[in-house]
């Protein structure tokens, strides 16, 4: 694809109304841009702040063959974008990554067969499309494993741990697609993810390598730098380049891997899954770096030069969940009297359990005491609020 260079002042569609859009948007608008967004669901979180909010289902192809030709260019922040979509977008506008990109790695099949046809360490895993198929994976992969659905997965969603081959016909049934991907369990040391950008002009830059701490198969805590030595980090973004390279990507990658300890000092990686946009383990780079990892999407999408990712300080970040509503509304006051503390609040009105509100970030002299700020920051919020 010859190099398009979208300038401030043009515009840029983006496919998806979520947080990831919503901060996209900030940046892009930042830097004078004009944003349309497309979403099903009115006022979402990137509408609210957009230049323009098209209210669409995804797969009114008019709607969004009218939106692409309104803008300049084309990015996505949402992964299920159904592909007849986005193949009628970029009939009209540049599409950033390329929706081939979109196709491999929203789906768990083709994204695992790609990674290991490429020669990418992944878990075993095997494709099942049935309860037979599935209890065969399970007696060849060996309990605990995990069955999880070929698309539509995240947050741990779709997703369900095999410890006894007595559990496939319960598994099964709660999969609800006709397609799942069995991996093995991996026992990691810890998580990790490496957020890459590569330019229309094959540079590329990576951002400080993050660590990762779930909770209910869920993002709870990121802090960086990662907590792991510099030969486990020079090897975390050799693969995360290897893979955007492969992929021939645009745009930004999110790799999420794992620390496997295996008598070595070092371990070794295994590349659990891909996203080929910004990531909620790189939301640290918007207030801890030069460059965030919005403005870089921005810049590799514009066909601009890739900015700095410099770290300037160590820094941790805590996901709000909809669960910190429980008491009524969080305590944000007694929050932000934490040093350091930033506040990140996505516009979502309806606080279910689970449901990602926001986040919080704390920069601060070294990692461990930004994870314990931020995590202080977190508990002040389930405060019961005097609003005296
Ligand atoms: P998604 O993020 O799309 O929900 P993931 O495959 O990344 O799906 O799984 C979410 C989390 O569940 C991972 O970050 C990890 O903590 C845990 N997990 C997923 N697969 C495995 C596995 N094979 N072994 C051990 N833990 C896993
Ligand atoms: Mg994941």
Known sequence: MPRVVTLPGKTIGILGGGQLGRMFAI?????????????????????????????????DTDTAVAFARAVDVVTFEFENIPYETLQRVAEIAPVFPAPLVLDTTRHRLREKTFLSTHGFPVAPYRSVSSVEELRAAVIALKTPCILKTATFGYD?????????????????????????????YVDFVCELSVIVARAQNGAIRTFDVAENLHEHHVLDVTVVPARVSEATKQAAVAVSVAVAKSLDLVGVLAVELFLVGDGTPQ???????????????????????????????????????LGDVRLLSPVAMANILGDCWDNGEP??????????????????????PGRKM???????????????????????????????
Not at 31 to 55: I, K, N
Not at 331 to 341: H, K, N, S, T
Not at 358 to 374: K, N, S, W
Request: charged share 20%; hydrophobic share 35%.
């Open 331 to 352: 305590d944000f006051a007694a929050a932000l009297e934490v040093p350091g503390v930033n506040l990140h609040l996505y516009g979502k009105s309806d606080p279910r």
């Open 358 to 388: 926001g986040h919080l970030t704390c920069l601060a002299e070294d990692a461990e005491t930004a994870r314990l700020r931020v995590i202080e920051a977190r508990q002040r919020l389930r405060r019961t609020h005097d609003p005296s």
């Open 267 to 305: 371990g070794h990686l295994i590349v659990n899954e891909l996203a080929p946009r910004p990531h909620n383990s790189g939301h640290f780079t918007v207030d801890a770096c030069v460059t965030s990892q919005f403005e870089q999407q921005l810049r590799a999408v514009c066909g601009l030069p």
């Open 27 to 59: 940046a892009a608008r930042r830097m004078g841009y004009r944003v349309h967004a497309l979403d099903p669901a009115p006022d979402c979180p990137t509408g609210q702040v957009a230049d323009v909010e098209w209210s669409a289902a995804y797969d």
């Open 156 to 184: 741990g969603k779709g997703q369900t741990k095999i410890t006894h081959l007595d559990q496939c016909d319960a598994a099964w049934g709660a999969l609800g697609q006709p397609l799942g991907v069995v991996e093995g």
